[in-house]
């Protein structure tokens, strides 16, 4: 889905659809390039720039998840790379 290469796409709107849109490990693996690209070109989007706000972050939104399915009708716990991909890109801006 997310093709070979070198990822440019890294906007937040892009990686939203882009996690809602992971099928595969494959597909996760460009994601977290595409994350990493973010981070490092737009850090000062990120909440969360660092590792152990970060982690808190991804404490936290796990830990809501449930509440984030009921508001956003997100099917993301139907796969676990989406699952992973949704918690990671949360955690940037989580608080």
Avoid at 9 to 36: H, K, M, N, P
Avoid at 64 to 83: H, I, K, M, Q
Wanted: charged letters at 35%; aromatic letters at 12%; proline letters at 2%.
């Amino acid at each position: 889905m997310f093709g070979r290469g070198k990822p440019t796409d890294y906007d937040g709107d892009s990686l939203a659809r882009r996690a809602a849109a992971i099928e595969t490990r494959e597909d996760f693996v460009g994601f977290a390039q595409l994350l990493t690209q973010n981070y490092r070109k737009r850090r000062d989007e990120w909440e969360n720039d660092k590792l152990d706000r970060y982690l808190e972050a991804v404490v936290r939104f796990s830990s809501d998840f449930d509440g984030y399915v009921r508001n956003t009708g997100s099917n993301a716990e139907e796969n676990p790379w989406r699952l992973l991909a949704s918690v990671l890109l949360a955690a940037k801006v989580y608080e």
